[in-house]
């Protein structure tokens, strides 16, 4: 364990190729990433899963993906049956609270019978970001709602249905991607309200679900908290926000370096990274060439991000031992009358 590199990287298809086993071999990353490219049928997905993790080594490493259903289901038809959006479940829950709530958590329980079998034990959801109206699609309807409360106890039930069923979450977009106008794929979002606000609406499902082991950072400036860097590379944002006020002190990893929000190369990117306070740089897009980049900046798991990584390692689970065919039964009858 002492021995991983503090970063997450994907890899380029369905099967690894021979540079990427050397380079997890000889750089030794603390978990992998899974996108829909990696995914084309059950088989090969286990057969990679396992391939990751026998280039490090590490049985049990992290694997991670974005199954959070809607436009963001990694995994999708036949392998995986198409889920409802974030919104879909918001809209049950504004009707019925209790009934919203089962549904969030069964659908979460449903997503760890479906990505176990292969060997996936992280899901990165519940999407805790809070929209506001007219901000950037790039959240949109992966959201639970627009008031902070509805987010963080949908967002808690989510969580915990994945828990029931082995896996571990990540909460994101720490400390809040909802005001964002911009996609921040593409370019950086830059939010100006006061601090107070934020900390009346964006920050309040976090501070909620603060103490999860795991939060993925935001590619967001706060002006009124640091005017210069977005918050995934703000040591201000992460020290006084993020570990400050909202009290979170897991395993904080970035969002994707190769996304455009961040300027300079990707080097430079993870580099500031690493300088602003992420326990974990993470790279999805597998590129070659990205890679080596990042792997020359990540630096070896130690001190508080080392026992952070631990913490996660020591906690996934047994399932609780429900039956998958019930449970898909119930989720199915809550959406039949919703």
């Known amino acids: 364990m002492s ?40 088989a090969q997905i286990t057969d990679l899963v396992a391939s990751m993790r026998d280039a490090i080594g590490r049985p049990d490493a992290p ?41 969030a958590w069964l659908m979460s329980r449903l997503h760890a019978f479906d990505l176990m079998k292969f060997g996936i034990n992280v899901d990165c959801l519940p999407v805790l970001d809070v929209p506001i109206e007219g901000a950037s699609n790039v959240i949109g309807d992966r959201a639970y709602g627009f008031d902070p409360k509805t987010v963080a106890e949908m967002g808690q039930a989510a969580a915990d249905g994945l828990k029931a069923g082995g896996m571990l979450p990540v ?7 909802g005001r964002g106008m911009a996609d921040s794929h593409h370019e950086l979002p830059v939010v100006t309200v006061s601090r107070a606000d934020l900390e009346a609406h964006d920050f309040l499902p976090f501070v909620a679900m603060k103490d999860e082991l795991m939060a993925m950072s935001a590619h967001i400036v706060f002006t009124a908290i640091d005017p210069d860097e977005p918050a995934t590379i703000s040591r201000k944002v992460i020290d006084e926000i993020i570990r400050g006020h909202i009290g979170f002190d897991g395993l ?3 969002d994707d370096t190769s996304m455009n929000a961040l300027k300079g190369t990707i080097g430079e990117r993870a580099a500031r990274i690493v300088g602003g306070g992420c326990d974990i740089v993470l790279h999805c897009n597998g590129v070659m060439d990205e890679m080596k980049a990042v792997v020359k900046e990540a630096i070896p798991l130690g001190g508080e991000a080392l026992g952070r990584a631990k ?28």
């Not at 890899?11 to 990696?38: H, K, M, Q």
């Not at 913490?311 to 919703?338: C, I, T, W, Y």
Request: glycine fraction near 10%.
């Open 311 to 338: 913490a996660v390692e020591a906690a996934f689970g047994r399932d609780d031992g429900l039956s998958e065919e019930a449970v898909r039964a119930e989720f199915q009858g809550l959406l039949a009358v919703s």
């Open 3 to 42: 021995e991983s590199k503090a970063m997450i990287l994907g890899s380029s298809g369905p099967t690894l190729t021979a540079d990427e086993v050397a380079l997890y071999r000889d750089e030794r990353p603390w978990g992998f990433i899974l996108f829909a490219r990696n995914c084309v049928e059950p």
């Open 252 to 254: 904080l990893m970035s």
């Open 171 to 177: 909460m994101k977009h720490i400390p809040g991607h």
């Open 63 to 103: 694997v991670l993906i974005d199954q959070e259903g809607g436009r963001v289901q990694r995994i999708r038809p036949p392998m995986i049956e198409r889920y409802p959006s974030a919104a879909v479940l918001g809209e049950l829950y504004r009707r019925d609270r209790e009934k919203g709530l089962r549904a």
